[in-house]
Nanobody, 119 residues
């Protein structure tokens, strides 16, 4: 069974930094796109950043220049480096990945990690 587990969330002051990690485990044969979504209270889940198997990245405009997504294929891990954090970055952050197990490609999600930025 494939699982994604996030870590690295927490409470930080505005202007601070955090690094999120998401590790895949289980019957993983191959991983294509990996990335991060976030959901703030009362808001829809939004894509924050993604990275393809060829290391092409994509960011929502509000985090460009402040967040960096990267991956370590050997460790089956995706990272999100967040700097100059703002109160509006407060949300639950979820990692996701398109993963092939022994049968098919499927989309998997982590359970989320809370990021709270105080002003």
């Amino acid at each position: 069974q494939v699982q994604l587990v996030e870590s690295g969330g927490g409470l930080v002051q505005a202007g601070g930094s955090l690094r999120l990690s998401c590790v895949g485990s289980g019957s993983i044969v191959s991983i294509n796109v990996m990335g991060w979504y976030r959901q703030a209270p009362g808001k829809q889940r939004e894509l924050v950043a993604s990275i393809t198997g060829g290391d092409e990245t994509n960011y929502v405009d509000s985090v460009k220049g402040r967040f960096t997504v990267s991956r370590d294929n050997a460790k089956k891990t995706v990272y999100l480096e967040m700097s100059n954090l703002k109160p509006e970055d407060t949300a639950v952050y979820f990692c996701y990945a398109n993963i092939r197990d022994w049968q098919r490609w499927s989309e998997y999600w982590g359970r989320g990690t809370q990021v709270t930025v105080s002003s």
